[in-house]
């Protein structure tokens, strides 16, 4: 199977290189963003990977209430969510389960060592983010474990290298009033003077909730519904201060979300679930600027995350407290002016204390090497060399390549080779192992899980057509496989096949946490970015991304999250923007494989579409505006994971500004 993944990779890059066009040269280049997710300070135009940046303020302009929302507009990010308005989310990347997909923020990791459903509790508002940066495809090279599908870094206005702030007092943000006594909230304030900034940014997304349909279940439920209330809440202070060559940066974080989890997790007719979670998150940033452009970097996060989750109110609640600190050193050079390096390691500790996963901890460390080699105006190289020891899996050396070649000024090439891996989280080793018993369908740890591997390669190319009438056509086309090997996920198990079942059901099935010995994905990404200036006061904005994917397990077992991605996905958005009004659509089509619970009458359907739009209207100066937002706008049911219905239509008013 190993021969066959490389030959493919090896046949796809023929067909690229044979396929370019050396002669046509034009006048117009993509874009240049500088990615500030790489130690390198590299370009997007020079990194072989298929990379997406999303400005700040073009979240504001989009029927968003969340990062998770925004993204699942995003062509090449499946976002599996459990309800709306960013309660909780799964995210997905290339066929990837939702523990390999790593969030950073300002480049430091997010990841909650108890369970990878907790990723995305992004612990700063909508309003503070500078940009969010989705590099698609593994990089554990650069930043280590969990990076297999790839990696979103959400950059904040306080500690992004790009500036854009302003001297004096500004302030953006959105307030919204809908359906079901909905408050969606999102603001920021900064005051930026000289060489000092300070940013305070708030997220609330509350509602009483709809009511979802379940079936009575006798002696269980009293009626045949239940409310899908939420609340979540975030609010952060950052501070920033430039002194010659030194800077330094702070920020204090809290995120606190309470909400009905009913069949967030199991598929279990007792499952009457709901949950509350609180992170706390404080980072620091001490940066010098040295002499020839080098620069020394010191990052050190903390976050605490305490979970209380009831199953049921006649079963003991779960308390899970984890910590999490990581210590990162970065030193970056330019040796000539076609070579930079940049020289690093991380040292971090995971803990728990919990009633039903037990008392652990564990400590991690890893050294790296990531080069930048422009060998000449058109080819770039970018070899990453990374080694991590960990208690759960001894030392694991993880190298990436990657290559950016410009046949012309229009068109690029690239290509990425490279290996990754990652650990069982704290869930998947020991979820309900202390509990004295544990009724059907329901998840099972494994203490015993081995640490999966992958090797993943991947070809793309990046176009740009310029047109006539200020219009300009952007194409990226990329395919991809990765070959893995013991892979973890919940496997639907006979509990006497489980070894130490006492506290279990004789002769019936629990989702076991077990390593399939070998998966491969294969896969193919398209997107196309079109901008019409059509006027002085018009412009046009249009985009459309396609996703294909087919995961193959020889050993033919059914699992719960492997499977569970699309095989076709399909999005789009459209903004119109004229002097007194904007207007922004944004779609979202897959079909994925049918399931049935018929236990809770929990459909799957192998297709939805969902579409949502925001409309603002103009009422001072393009800095304030009246909104309205449907979401769901044809109202269809659907969910992303079995049991979990998503919201229907939701009708909002509000204003957004931005003074």
């Known amino acids: 199977m190993k021969f066959k993944f490389i030959l493919g990779v090896f046949l796809?890059?023929?067909?690229?290189?044979?396929?370019?066009?050396?002669?046509?040269?034009?006048n117009f280049s993509l874009d240049e963003v500088v990615v500030e997710a790489s130690p390198l300070q590299q370009d997007a135009s020079t990194i072989g990977k298929h990379i997406t940046i999303i400005k700040g303020k073009q979240i504001t302009e989009m029927p968003v209430a969340s990062v998770d929302e925004l993204l699942s507009y995003v062509s090449g990010v499946e976002t599996q969510s459990r309800y709306g308005f960013g309660v909780q989310t799964d995210l997905s990347m290339r066929g990837s389960t939702f523990s390999q997909v790593l969030v950073l923020v300002d480049g430091m990791r997010l990841n909650d060592p108890l369970t990878a459903h907790f990723n995305h509790h992004i612990p700063i508002a909508l309003s503070e983010i500078e940009q969010i940066e989705v590099l698609r495809g593994p990089a554990a090279a650069i930043y280590g474990p969990d990076a297999v599908g790839g990696v979103i870094n959400i950059v904040?206005?306080?500690?992004?290298?790009?500036?854009?702030?302003?001297?004096?007092?500004s302030t953006s943000g959105k307030m919204m009033r809908g359906d079901h006594n909905l408050l969606s909230t999102q603001a920021g304030i900064f005051y930026k003077k000289q060489n000092f900034r300070i940013g305070v940014g708030i997220l609330?997304?509350?509602?009483?909730?709809?009511?979802?349909e379940n079936p009575n279940y006798p002696n269980i439920a009293e009626d045949s519904t239940y409310n899908a209330y939420f609340k979540v809440k975030t609010a952060s202070l950052s501070l920033g201060y430039q002194l010659k060559r030194f800077a330094l940066k702070l920020r204090t974080a809290y995120d606190f979300r309470d909400f009905n989890a009913k069949y967030f997790y199991t598929r279990s007719t007792y499952d009457e679930s709901v949950e509350q979670v609180e992170k706390s998150w404080n980072q620091m940033r001490l940066e010098y600027q040295g002499v020839e452009g080098s620069r020394t970097t010191l990052d050190f996060i903390y976050q605490k995350t305490q979970d209380d989750f009831i199953f049921n109110p006649l079963f003991t609640p779960n308390g899970h407290t984890t910590q999490f600190g990581q210590l990162q050193l970065n030193h970056y050079r330019n040796i000539n002016p076609n070579l930079r390096i940049n020289i690093g390691t991380q040292l971090d500790r995971r803990t728990i204390v919990s009633n039903d996963r037990g008392e652990h901890q564990d400590n991690?460390?890893?050294?790296?090497l990531l080069t930048a080699w422009q060998m000449n105006e058109k080819t770039h190289?970018?070899?990453?060399l990374r080694g991590d020891f960990d208690a759960n899996y001894g030392f694991q050396f993880t190298p990436m390549l990657n290559v950016a070649h410009w046949v012309n000024t229009a068109c690029k090439l690239r290509a990425s080779v490279g290996r990754s891996i990652r650990a069982a989280d704290y869930t998947e080793r020991y979820i309900s192992t202390n509990l004295p018993s544990l009724s059907p369908n329901r998840n099972l740890g494994n203490p015993a899980l081995k640490t999966e591997k992958a090797l993943n390669g991947e070809m793309g190319l990046d176009y740009f057509v310029p047109l006539q009438n200020k219009q300009n056509l952007t194409l990226k086309a990329t395919a991809f496989g990765r070959q893995s090997n013991n892979l973890i996920d919940y496997v639907l198990t006979n509990s006497n096949d489980i070894d130490n079942n006492t506290a279990l059901v004789a002769d019936t099935t629990y989702f076991f946490t077990q390593n399939l010995k070998e998966v491969t994905t294969f896969g193919t990404e398209v997107e196309l970015l079109y901008n019409y200036t059509i006027s002085k006061d018009w412009k046009l904005r249009f985009d459309v991304g396609y996703t294909f994917l087919r995961s193959q397990n020889d050993e033919d077992i059914l699992s719960k999250y492997i499977s569970n991605h699309a095989k076709h996905r399909i999005t789009s958005n459209i903004g119109l923007q004229q002097k007194y009004f904007s207007w922004s659509i944004n779609a979202l089509w897959k079909q994925r494989n049918e399931d049935l619970a018929e236990a809770i009458g929990a459909v799957l359907d192998p297709t939805y579409l969902v579409v949502n739009t925001q409309l603002d209207v103009n009422l001072y100066q393009q800095k304030a505006f009246a909104t309205?937002?449907?979401?769901?706008?044809?109202?269809i049911q659907y969910a992303n994971i079995l049991g979990a219905n998503m919201p229907r239509r939701w009708w909002m008013v509000g204003i957004r500004w931005d003074l």
């Not at 796809?12 to 034009?26: C, I, M, R």
């Not at 991690?364 to 790296?368: E, K, S």
Request: charged share 20%; glycine share 8%; no cysteine.
């Open 12 to 26: 796809l890059g023929q067909f690229f290189l044979n396929a370019q066009d050396s002669t046509k040269v034009l």
């Open 156 to 169: 904040s206005k306080t500690f992004s290298r790009n500036q854009t702030l302003k001297d004096g007092l």
């Open 204 to 212: 609330n997304n509350e509602a009483e909730g709809e009511l979802l």
């Open 364 to 368: 991690h460390a890893g050294l790296y």
């Open 381 to 384: 190289f970018n070899l990453n």
């Open 628 to 635: 309205l937002q449907i979401n769901n706008v044809f109202d």
